[in-house]
């Protein structure tokens, strides 16, 4: 029985030793590398409400501007005096598809009453690289926001025109928080 723990006591720090190693292969080498990452923690309370809405009709975009998703726009309230955190969920099935002698890229973004929720791209957060072949991708985002009416939608785009972004079998689950 000691012999088993020895074992185990050993085996632990051979463990603990190659996450200390590993964490520390992944330190930035600069002081100008570790400025570039400013994480922004977002404080959520208790569960309020969440609205869940799931469409299975394909839909398909070739638009380089930023279009509303087919369905995917939700208005909520928040008492006035109150804020909420608001997280919103985003499921699909996707294909990328484009001339193979382009290389693109199939975008979306959740906008909070016309802005976008975080992480924020830019335009350029990445559903899915070029790929004709449909398969399932997910995004996250979170915001706090104040008392009225608000509204969520679900946006995307293409990089070129020549491209296409088809979008089939989607969940938009809106989640509030206190």
Known sequence: MHLHHTRYFLSSNSFVASLILAAAVLVPTSAAQADNRVPIDTRCGLAINSVVRTENALSTTNSVAFVDVPNAVLVFGVPAGASRCVKVVFTGEVACRGPAAVTDF????????????????????????????????????????????????????????????????WTFDLQIYQ
Do not use: K
């Open 106 to 169: 199939c975008f979306i973004r959740a906008l909070l009453d016309g802005v976008e929720m975080l992480p924020q791209g830019g335009g350029f957060q990445v559903f899915l690289s070029e790929d004709p072949t449909a398969n399932a991708h997910a995004y996250e985002w979170v915001r706090r926001v104040g008392g009225g009416n608000h509204i969520v939608r679900i946006q995307r785009r293409v990089g070129n025109a020549g491209t296409f972004f088809d979008l089939d079998d």
